[in-house]
Nanobody, 123 residues
Framework: QVRPVESGGGSVQAGGSLRLSCVASGSGYRPCMGWFRQAPGKEREGVASILIASGRTYYVDSVKGRFVVSQDNANNTLYLQMNSLKPEDTAMYYC?????????????????WGQGTQVTVSS
């Protein structure tokens, strides 16, 4: 069972940066890992994900050019570098392991979720 644990959230002003980390301990079939977010009153959305074997990445349109997802396989760690943050990026951010990959959605079939880390961006 993969057990992700996120860290690195916080409060920043618009235009600032944050780096989220996710340490995924345990074992399990996880061809991909992803970052997801959910704002109050909104549905959860996939933000960025990575296909572990190849390093191929996926980004939702709203974060392209601002966020970068990366991995450190030796330490089972997933990162999300978030630059040029906007108030609309405010949400709880979750890390999850997934079993499916598509070019249009990135990592899906998620089955192991972390507890989340809050990101708040003020204008």
């Amino acid at each position: 069972q993969v057990r992700p644990v996120e860290s690195g959230g916080g409060s920043v002003q618009a235009g600032g940066s944050l780096r989220l980390s996710c340490v995924a301990s345990g074992s399990g079939y996880r061809p991909c890992m992803g970052w997801f977010r959910q704002a109050p009153g909104k549905e959860r959305e996939g933000v960025a994900s990575i296909l572990i074997a190849s390093g191929r990445t996926y980004y939702v349109d709203s974060v392209k050019g601002r966020f970068v997802v990366s991995q450190d396989n030796a330490n089972n760690t997933l990162y999300l570098q978030m630059n040029s943050l906007k108030p609309e990026d405010t949400a709880m951010y979750y890390c999850a392991a997934g079993s499916l990959w598509t070019a249009t959605r990135g990592c899906s079939g998620t089955y192991s979720w972390g507890q989340g880390t809050q990101v708040t961006v003020s204008s």
